[in-house]
Nanobody
Framework: VHLEESGGGSAQPGGSLSLSCVVS????????WGWYREAPDLQREFVAA?????????SDSVKGRFTITRDNPDHNNTVYLQMNNLKNEDTAVYSC?????????WGQGIQVTVGS
């Protein structure tokens, strides 16, 4: 399984950014996808997740501002994280993950910076 993230970058407070994560390889058994983030000097923090049935879960810090979705074009699963009303404290390296109940595969991480 291979995960490749794209998107991210910089935004002003109140602005929006979107992240994408293409999941490829042996994906048939994957049943959960999501995002974590890690800010400098802080522990890695859960952001959002979506399971095969479409149910979603969000951390309290992003609920109502971030939306996770997933599609399945051409045998690649792509997971998206739409981030609206960004805050300075959303600045972090965001990493996507894919889980199959036995193991978790991580992407390389992508920087999101929010600041004026």
């Amino acid at each position: 399984v291979h995960l490749e993230e794209s998107g991210g970058g910089s935004a002003q407070p109140g602005g929006s950014l979107s992240l994408s994560c293409v999941v490829s390889g042996s994906i048939a058994s994957i049943n959960g996808w999501g995002w974590y983030r890690e800010a400098p000097d802080l522990q890695r923090e859960f952001v959002a997740a979506i399971i095969a049935e479409g149910l979603t879960r969000y951390s309290d810090s992003v609920k109502g501002r971030f939306t996770i979705t997933r599609d399945n074009p051409d045998h690649n699963n792509t997971v998206y994280l739409q981030m609206n009303n960004l805050k300075n404290e959303d600045t972090a390296v965001y990493s996507c993950f894919a889980a199959d109940g036995r193991s978790i595969t991580w992407g390389q991480g992508i920087q999101v910076t929010v600041g004026s």
